[in-house]
DNA sequence: TATGCTGTTGCAATAATTCGCAACAGCTAA
DNA sequence: TTAGCTGTTGCGAATTATTGCAACAGCATA
């Protein structure tokens, strides 16, 4: 079933001037992949079988592509790679428990009264859809 | 003029079962040279100097450890290593133009609003005091 | 089709960060 | 003071991430 509010990303892609290539899409589709949030070495490891001549750097530089196109979001969550997940969904963020480790998700809804202040006060728009916040939870407390 | 607000970093780390080192004084010291953000690369060089025989990994090591007990700060403005700063000071966070790459700030009492409920309907208690958010400032919109 | 412009990729080199482990240092209790 | 426990450090290697550059590929125009 395929999703009205999500536009083909290869025709965003070329809408902007840009090139959807058989990495982007396989790389993409690596990210589509992962039922959550990916490593760029997982994200590697997936396309490699399809393409085994696929360069890292390539699958860096592209997740910062897509990433810059907002078709995936990055985050980090303190495990010493950003992870990546698609887009558009529904956008979300993380506290991540300082103890424990654990992570909760809540609404980007929270933030967007912030974010519109920000925009009155600053005259800057916030693209960022999917924070880090870090803290401790109700058990570690 | 000492800041009572500011207690002892020594005692602070003594009283939770650590050891201020003669490493993680120099490392705090150099911390507190950088007028502002400062690079682990940077803080490495300062401390380097004082101190010829110390490794690298005992200045990332440490300053994760510092940031861990809440006696620096981190962000990831994008530039491709955190950069640290002394804690306590006034918190703030940073607007990032995804374009121009200006850097603006603004304060932490905006965000406290947003945290507060967040405490109200998770029970998490936030520590983050230095974000990065992307987006567009009013110039490149 | 031929040409040129520009975006993309792979490779190798580089930079940034982390890890494993043995040596070392501070504290406590005998 | 000595012994023992545990936190810390230095070293070097391993891992992870980024960059520079030449070759290549897609699209537009002639």
Redesign the pocket.
Known sequence: MPNADQPDPSRV??QR????????QM?LDAVAAGRSHS???QIYSRVVKK?P?????????????LAEQHLITNCDLGT???VYEMAGAQPHHHLVCERCGRVEQFGHEMMEGVFKQIELNHGFKITTDHLALFGLCRQCR
Do not use: C, H, N
Request: zero cysteines; a positive charge.
């Open positions: 892609i070329r001037g840009f090139r959807m290539t058989p990495q982007r790389i490593t760029p070495e393409a001549a696929i360069s890292r750097a390539t699958v860096y530089r592209t997740l910062d592509f010493g790679s950003k």
